[in-house]
């Protein structure tokens, strides 16, 4: 279910006057993008989830604070990121580096399911791919041709300048350009979509 910003704006403002069915609709709108953004970041489902939950409590205690409605949208995406970020760190920390290395992209949702399994095993690289690339420029990459954010919000959402995210977001399509040309599986121009 999508919503308007409009009625996101709305339900927003239900929820800092303590209307709970208005949380329920904003967790039905946001869920799933949530934990798919947060699964691209981390590389794995569960710990997805856990990241995805623990935004939505930050949401709902935090609501108040929100100042204007319009916003909901980048503030909620501030707050997975930050909390995908660290969540991302700790599980570093605690693992060996080998197991990081050999999870990769494992366990990611099946965003392709519906296309043909030539395309399937296209876009598996492609998350490889994305998977290799560093946090910032995965997560500017994530949000600008996942979820849809303009350069503008990204920077808002990342707290960075406009500029550092032109810059992360071109050096991560070039990564990937590199990336999926020495896998011979694209041909040169078919390598990363560009937004219009």
């Known amino acids: 279910m999508a919503l308007t910003i409009e009625e996101t704006a709305a339900l927003v403002r239900q929820m800092q006057a303590g209307n709970t069915d208005a949380f329920d609709e904003i967790f039905a709108a946001y869920e799933q993008k949530a934990v ?89 690289k492609l998350y490889a791919a994305i998977d290799s690339l560093g946090q910032k420029q995965r997560t500017t990459l994530i949000l600008y041709y996942f979820n849809d954010f303009s350069i503008k919000e990204i920077a808002q959402i990342t707290s960075s300048l406009e500029a550092t995210v032109k810059s992360r977001l071109f050096a991560a399509k070039s990564r990937l350009r590199k990336a999926l040309a020495e896998e011979h599986t694209l041909r040169k121009g078919e390598l990363v979509y560009e937004k219009r």
């Open 36 to 124: 798919r953004t947060a699964a691209l970041i981390c590389g794995e489902v569960p710990l997805a989830e856990d990241i995805a939950q623990e935004t939505f409590v930050t949401c709902l205690l935090q609501i108040e604070k929100l100042q204007n409605p319009y916003c909901f949208s980048s503030w909620f995406f501030k707050i997975l990121i930050r909390c995908a970020w660290k969540q991302t760190k700790k599980k570093q920390k605690l693992m060996p580096a080998e197991e990081i290395l050999a999870e990769g992209a494992q366990g990611l949702p099946p965003v392709f399911d519906s296309y043909p399994s030539e395309q399937r095993a296209m876009y598996e």
